[in-house]
């Protein structure tokens, strides 16, 4: 080989005609992983407004979730709150309501909100500037208390989130 070329990835046929070029093609995912795990202030900055549309567009949802809204009505505000920031698209439709939240990983359909149950979603949006903002959140709509065995499950996650956060430290 003349010379050696680093790919994070790429197809068989991308990996076969460089090796006809007379190229040495190496893996480069670990040198790309860790160059992406240093981040400019610039970068930052990007991040940091990625995330406040983000949650500019969550608010917005819940500003609206009513009963009598459709999953994928509620859905499109945050569609649309990323798009007039400048993001550039969705990754999914991470979005559903009452029976519809367990099993997670349903898609947002036509069901309308009820009073008296929770919505779940995950953000999966792409931002401005190519940065990925996955941010979950569970809400609760109507005036109604949960049941127990919702209150427990919340508190359940509370205390891994707090566990979690606890073990995310410098080092």
């Not at 790429?10 to 090796?19: F, M, R, V």
Request: proline share 6%; with cysteine.
């Amino acid at each position: 080989p003349t010379a050696t070329v680093g790919l994070e990835r790429t197809s068989p046929s991308g990996h076969a005609a460089l090796t006809d070029a007379n190229l040495r093609v190496v893996d480069a995912e670990t040198a790309v992983e860790l160059a992406r795990s240093r981040k400019s202030p610039l970068e930052l900055d990007a991040l940091r407004y990625s995330i406040d549309v983000a949650e500019h567009g969550m608010a917005a949802m819940e500003g609206a979730l009513v009963p009598g809204i459709s999953e994928n009505q509620l859905w499109s505000i945050l569609h649309q709150v990323n798009i007039a920031h400048d993001g550039d698209w969705i990754d999914g439709r991470m979005l559903c309501s009452g029976p519809r939240t367990n099993p997670w990983f349903q898609e947002c359909g036509p069901r309308i909100v009820q009073p008296n149950e929770i919505v779940a979603f995950d953000t999966d949006l792409i931002g401005a500037y190519g940065i990925c903002v996955d941010i979950s959140r569970t809400w609760w709509i109507g005036d109604a208390k949960p049941r127990p065995d919702m209150v427990e499950a919340m508190q359940i996650g509370m205390e891994h989130i707090a566990h979690n956060t606890e073990l995310l430290k410098p080092g």
